[in-house]
């Protein structure tokens, strides 16, 4: 089992719906982060939080540390928000040095 | 562009090949990273450097050898490579630390075909 959980794997919505991704993990961790892949394979960072609740434009995170749980929101959603969602969990392990722990990704496709 | 730049984004080479990836940042980081991601699995990482130092070998096969002179540059050289190697290489480069600048940035990827 992975220590990262992603749900759902794939996921298809019309233009206009509003979306949620779920991230659950199972490891202590001081930082996760939202990650996005277009095809073409370039990963650009969403968000990175560590409590709380980030917004920016039609993106919304939440985490939950009780729970180890966290969820991205796009509201509003279009078909440019077709690309490959990451959740990742950050954790510190030994010296000076992080370690990013990924999920499988969530696919997504967003349909005119 | 992120800021951190990898060449090539194509790559095919036959098993008795030898090719090298290249990673280059400008950021001001300290720390890069190569991660693997094959079809259907997480990204995997291979390597870290943090301050030019190797601090983790993330049991990759000795084929893949890594080499970091600075800073800003991070190569991936590869030598009598395997079919089941084919896969996205992406470099990341991260402020290493404990209190903040975790964020990382990550290459657009070498996508990798051993024939």
């Known amino acids: 089992k992975n220590e990262v959980e992603q749900s759902p794997q794939n996921l298809t919505a019309q233009e206009g719906e509003f979306i949620t991704i779920n991230c659950s993990y199972s490891?202590?961790?001081?930082?996760l982060h939202w990650l996005q892949q277009h095809p073409g394979g370039g990963i650009v960072s969403l968000f990175m939080?560590?409590?709380g609740k980030k917004k920016h434009g039609r993106l919304i995170a939440t985490i939950n540390i009780q729970e180890k749980h966290s969820s991205l929101h796009i509201t509003a959603s279009h078909p440019r928000d077709s690309a490959v969602y990451i959740c990742?969990?950050?954790?510190?392990?030994?010296?000076?040095?992080?370690?990013?722990?990924f999920g499988t990704g969530t696919l997504l496709a967003v349909q005119p | 562009e992120t800021g951190v730049t990898q060449t090539p984004r194509h790559l095919v080479m036959g098993m008795t090949n030898k090719k090298s990836l290249k990673c280059e940042q400008h950021?001001?980081?300290?720390?890069m990273y190569w991660y693997k991601q094959s079809a259907k699995k997480p990204l995997e990482l291979m390597f870290v450097?943090?301050?030019?130092?190797?601090?983790e070998n993330n049991s990759v096969p000795s084929r893949f050898s890594p080499e970091c002179p600075n800073s800003s540059h991070l190569f991936l050289h590869l030598h009598t490579l395997q079919p089941e190697d084919s896969a996205l290489y992406l470099c990341?480069?991260?402020?290493?630390?404990?209190?903040?600048?975790?964020?990382?940035?990550f290459g657009s990827g070498t996508r990798l075909t051993v024939v």
């Open positions: 490891v202590g961790i001081s930082a």
């Open positions: 990341a480069s991260s402020q290493d630390g404990r209190t903040g600048g975790y964020g990382y940035t």
């Open positions: 990742a969990v950050h954790m510190n392990y030994g010296g000076a040095t992080n370690k990013l722990i």
């Open positions: 950021l001001g980081h300290n720390a």
């Open positions: 939080l560590s409590s």
């Open positions: 450097y943090s301050l030019e130092e190797r601090v």
